[in-house]
């Protein structure tokens, strides 16, 4: 049991060596992470351009998110970080879009009720 534990113990650090070895970008990760965010947006975009529906939206959760999403791109500038700038630069686009229909929707539901 000693001997297998070692044995084990042994390859395991052969192999931690040689992965540390690999060079690995991490600056990838930011922009898969990025691309995943980004378009995550863009099914309810493209709802909301057939439908033109948004009441099922919070107006206070898009307001919120969207100017995180400013916020980060802001950030992603000043430190420069192209992941961030791009992910969130293309994040921008239907999230104001959507941010600008559900407050038209709003204001257009209040005109009608006076």
Known sequence: MKNLFL????IFLLLLQKFSLMTFDIV????????????AQFPQALKVIKTGDTQSISL?????MTL???????Y????????MILANGVCLIPSIYILYITVR???RTKKQVL
Do not use: Q, V
Request: aromatic share 18%; net charge neutral.
């Open 60 to 64: 206070g959760m898009y307001t919120i």
């Open 105 to 107: 929707n709003i204001a």
């Open 7 to 10: 044995c084990s113990a042994r």
């Open 68 to 74: 995180g999403i400013l916020f980060w791109f802001t």
């Open 76 to 83: 992603g500038l000043l430190i420069p970080d192209w992941p």
């Open 28 to 39: 990838i990760i930011g922009y898969i992470a990025g691309f995943c965010t980004a378009t």
